[in-house]
Each structure stands twice: as C-alpha cells, then as structure tokens.
C-alpha cells in the first residue's frame, strides 16, 4: 500500500477525526518528517469516562518510509488502548520486524494485559491491520466493555 | 443516560423517538459513531450521541505538516523484543 504524502495528511486527519467523534480529546495532528527521511505520526487521544486514576488513552502512531515516486509505504505502527480505569492494555504492533522476522516468521504482534504491566506473554501473534482505522476499531471494541480482554485465547510467541 | 458511557442502539432509538433499525442505518451510514462491541453489538458512546445530537460532529480534514524535522520515533522503546534470552510465557508466581 503506498500514499503521497497530502494523502497522508488527509488519512492523519481522518484518524483524528475518528477518535474526537468519539469524544476523544486529540491535540492537533502533524505530518511529521523525521531524521531517516521517512514520515509518520504519533496521536494521543484521552477517551472520555473516569479518570480515575487516569482517563483511558489511545496511542497511535505509523511511520512511513519513502517508495520512489513521491510514495510511501508503511514500515511500522502501534495502535495501544490503555485503560486505566480498568487496569488493562491491549495493543497492536508493527516495528523491529526483523527481530520478529527471526525469531517467529512474522511482521506484527500483540500485546494483551489484563492487569495492567502484568503480561502473562510478552508478545502475541496477531494479523496485520491495512489502515489504522481497522486497529482503531479492534482497540476500542474493548474499551469501557466489562468483562476480561480474553488474552488467554491468543497464542503467545514469547 | 446519567452516569452511562454508552449507549446501546435501543436507547438510543428511545432518546430520538426513532427505531432501533433507523439507529442501526444512522450508524451503517456512518452517521452516528458507534463501536462494534461484536459481529452483532453496537455501543454508542455517550460523548457521540452527544455530539451527533448537537450537530457538532467532526468532519475529516488534512494534517498540516510540520516544519521541523524530528528524530524517529521508536515504537518498541521500552518493549523486551523476543530472541533466544525473552522467549515464552511468564511462569506466574500464582
């Protein structure tokens, strides 16, 4: 999958968008050029309900490598939903790949804690997410929901 | 809706005065926010409802882009990466 960058903005954009629906406070987004020569961006929403001992976060963030032709293609994300209230932290990762690549064959991972800090795996397989608003979606599926996360029905790679 | 986070489309459907499957189009459409709790749950959040009520939904616009050039980031700061010394489950001490 490869964008131009005004089609990045305007994805960067949409995301936030997405998350502020949702009551999310979202600081204003940056395309940002980094030092590689690659591009990405890093969003911290506040979700909205207790904040006690924190209000609930969502971190997101993908960096974006350069493809020839004024394109980029995704190297790399992290889509987290932290719930403090609750406690717990589910997450969808993409970076590092080739110490993933070596050591379980694979790009993506997850992680899952059911008490917050206290995995009982430090990495999860997991399927990779084509946009962010896919991983949006899985994240906060769970958010506010009673019950466990279910971590113990993912499959540990260690 | 007092102390309630979310809403299920039922409740939502009582709050307009509409049926619970205008709520789901409303929501197919794109229209009213909602999370796909499971393959049939929805939830609205309260703060959506709120905003969809109130006409001040967000609508999509561009990221500007930053003039400045950053570091790259890196996402697994502080993550143990798996290999031969970080391999498998956590016996807990339980």
Redesign the interface.
């Given at each position: 999958m490869s964008s131009s960058?005004?089609q990045l903005?305007?994805y960067?954009?949409?995301l936030?968008?997405?998350l502020?629906?949702?009551?999310a406070a979202v600081p204003?987004?940056?395309?940002?050029?980094?030092?590689?020569g690659?591009i990405?961006?890093?969003l911290e929403a506040t979700l909205?309900?207790s904040n006690i001992p924190r209000p609930a976060l969502v971190l997101a963030?993908e960096?974006w490598q350069p493809a020839g032709r004024r394109l980029y293609e995704r190297v790399?994300?992290?889509y987290d939903l932290i719930e403090y209230p609750v406690n717990r932290r589910r997450a969808f990762?993409m970076?590092?790949p080739e110490?993933?690549r070596?050591?379980?064959g694979v790009l993506v991972?997850e992680h899952c804690e059911e008490s917050l800090g206290d995995?009982?795996?430090?990495?999860y397989f997991g399927l990779p997410f084509q946009t962010g608003y896919d991983a949006l979606?899985a994240l906060?599926?769970a958010?506010?929901?009673p019950g466990p996360l279910g971590c113990s029905r993912l499959r540990?790679?260690? | 809706m007092q102390g309630k986070q979310f809403l299920s489309p039922g409740d939502v459907a009582a709050e307009l005065g509409i049926s619970s499957s205008t709520v789901l189009r409303l929501i197919h459409d794109g229209q009213l926010p909602a999370i796909r709790v499971s393959e049939r749950i929805y939830r609205v959040p309260v703060a959506s409802f709120e905003k969809y009520t109130s006409g001040t939904l967000e609508s999509a616009f561009a990221a500007r882009t930053a003039r400045t050039v950053k570091p790259r980031p890196r996402f697994g700061a502080g993550e143990r990466l798996p290999g031969p010394t970080a391999i498998g489950v956590r016996a807990k001490a339980r």
């Open positions: 960058a005004p903005s305007r960067v954009g949409g936030t968008v997405y502020r629906n949702f009551g204003e987004p940056e395309l940002q050029p980094y030092d590689s690659d990405g961006f890093e909205p309900g963030g960096i790399e994300y992290r990762h970076h590092d110490a993933f070596r050591h379980a991972h995995p009982a795996c430090d990495h979606n906060l599926s958010w506010g929901q540990c790679m260690g | -």
